[in-house]
């Protein structure tokens, strides 16, 4: 059953960022005293920002204890197959679900043996047989057990169904005997997760630099000029690139929505500080402006609060325009290989998409429609767009901001994975 300790923070804020930040494993401890180097791999997870669940066997309880296991990992730690309450709050299929990748560290030769021959007495067995996840086991265990054929051929079994096997080292055992079984460090494991995500995601050592929300332009210290802009599809944005292991720096103004997971969120007011932040963030492969960025900004904001006085007309502002981002980026001596603005149009759209995509110098242009009559845009959940590059034109169809940006994810995708494109690209310019 779930061991549901009362959690209590353990001090670590996430402070490095990796391809693992945004990602959800799935660590299945078993038996063996290599167990204790799990909660050190539980720590390191939990620092860059991992989601980690844990799943403990029987062996593995006596090597470590749910409470550390759920103190480190800030989650409830699973333990049984047949507890009702686990399994409606969180059954074995939705934990092997839920995972980008299922651990298991250390998989013990009784563990090995059973997922070799589809064995399933246990959670972690059943987990392991019912998952659609990509799978990295992490043998560690006596030097004769692990020179055993049945184990070697268990091992083999396992390989040749797709099991990702992290070689054990060689050396001192805690039996007292010397040889090969010895788990990994942490530090290697980690290692070895993150190398899983470096080579089977195309993006995973990109970086991008994605701009959301409004900007907050001051008329003095309580009062500004701003937009409507949410932020919903600048932060949908950032959070795919950042799923695809992007390594995202999300610069955004004013917004209610929380800033998506795994991304290195900037928050400003001004388009002044926001075209800092930017470009302090660069080099980048990838810059996506979404950002609805005031074109304006009064030109001296009162130092003191405007006061309305009796007789006074009324106070006239004068403006001076704010540097373009976009325009920025994309002649910058750094400039990402991709560079692609938003415009948001109430008229003649792809028109004057296409001209701002010439006069901003960027790549592509995500353009659509605002205004009364048209979709709202602002604030709202869908969005119809036109996808618009210097060769194509692309309408797609309405659809939720979140799918919205996993269909221009995917173009990134497909376009940084065409060198060709990128060179022609940049012999254009
Ligand atoms: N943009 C920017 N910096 C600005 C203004 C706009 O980076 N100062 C970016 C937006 O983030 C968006 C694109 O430029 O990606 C188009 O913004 P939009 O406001 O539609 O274009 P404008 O340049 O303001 O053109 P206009 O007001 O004439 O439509």
Redesign the pocket.
């Known amino acids: 059953m779930v061991q549901d300790f009362f959690l209590f923070d353990i001090g670590d804020d996430m402070t490095e960022t990796s391809v693992l930040s945004t990602r959800s494993i799935l660590l299945i401890i078993s038996g063996g005293i290599a167990a204790y180097k799990s909660l050190e791999l539980i720590r390191l997870f939990r620092k860059t920002g991992t989601y980690v669940r844990v799943i403990l066997t029987k062996g593995g309880e006596q090597f470590v204890t749910p409470l550390s296991v759920s103190a480190l990992s800030e989650h409830p730690v699973y333990t049984d197959l047949w507890s009702l309450k686990d399994e409606s709050e969180m059954g074995h299929i939705r934990l092997s679900r839920e995972a980008d990748l299922i651990i298991v560290a250390p998989a013990s030769a009784n563990l090995i043996a059973k997922m070799a021959n589809g064995i399933t007495d246990d959670l972690a067995s059943t987990t392991l047989l019912a998952s659609n996840k990509p799978i990295m086991i992490s043998p560690a265990m006596n030097p004769e057990m692990w020179a055993k054929p049945s184990t070697q051929r268990n091992l083999e079994i396992l390989k040749q169904d797709g099991i990702h096997i992290i070689a054990p080292n060689v050396g001192d055992m805690a039996c007292g005997e010397t040889g090969t079984g010895r788990m990994p460090e942490a530090t290697e494991l980690f290692k070895a997760a993150e190398d899983f995500f470096l080579n089977n995601q195309p993006l995973a050592a990109k970086t991008a630099i994605v701009?959301s929300g409004p900007t907050y332009e001051p008329i003095d210290p309580v009062r500004f000029i701003g937009n409507r802009s949410s932020g919903k599809q600048g932060h949908a944005i950032a959070a795919e690139l950042a799923k695809q292991g992007v390594n995202v720096t999300l610069v955004t103004g004013p917004v209610s929505i929380p800033a998506p997971h795994g991304v290195k969120t900037i928050a400003i007011e001004t388009?002044e500080d926001m075209k800092l932040a930017v470009t302090n963030a660069l080099p980048a492969d990838i810059f996506v402006?979404?950002?609805?960025?005031?074109?304006w900004r009064v030109e001296t904001p009162s130092v003191q609060k405007m006061k309305k006085r009796v007789g006074q007309t009324a106070p006239e502002l004068k403006f001076t325009e704010?540097?373009?981002?976009?325009?920025t980026v994309s002649t910058h001596p750094n400039r990402p290989s991709l560079v692609i603005?938003?415009?948001?149009?109430t008229e003649d759209v792809l028109n004057?998409a296409r001209a701002?995509l010439v006069k901003?110098g960027c790549d592509w242009i995500v353009a659509n429609q605002v205004g009364k009559d048209a979709n709202p845009v602002f604030g709202a959940d869908d969005n119809q767009v036109t996808l618009i590059t210097r060769t194509t034109t692309e309408n797609w169809p309405s659809a939720s901001k979140t799918d919205v940006a996993k269909m221009l994810v995917n173009k990134i995708v497909e376009d940084l994975k065409d060198e060709q494109q990128q060179l022609s690209r940049s012999t254009a310019k």
Do not use: Q
């Open positions: 701009t388009a402006g979404a950002a609805a960025v005031a074109d704010n540097p373009d981002i976009l325009a603005g938003f415009a948001a149009e004057y701002k901003k």
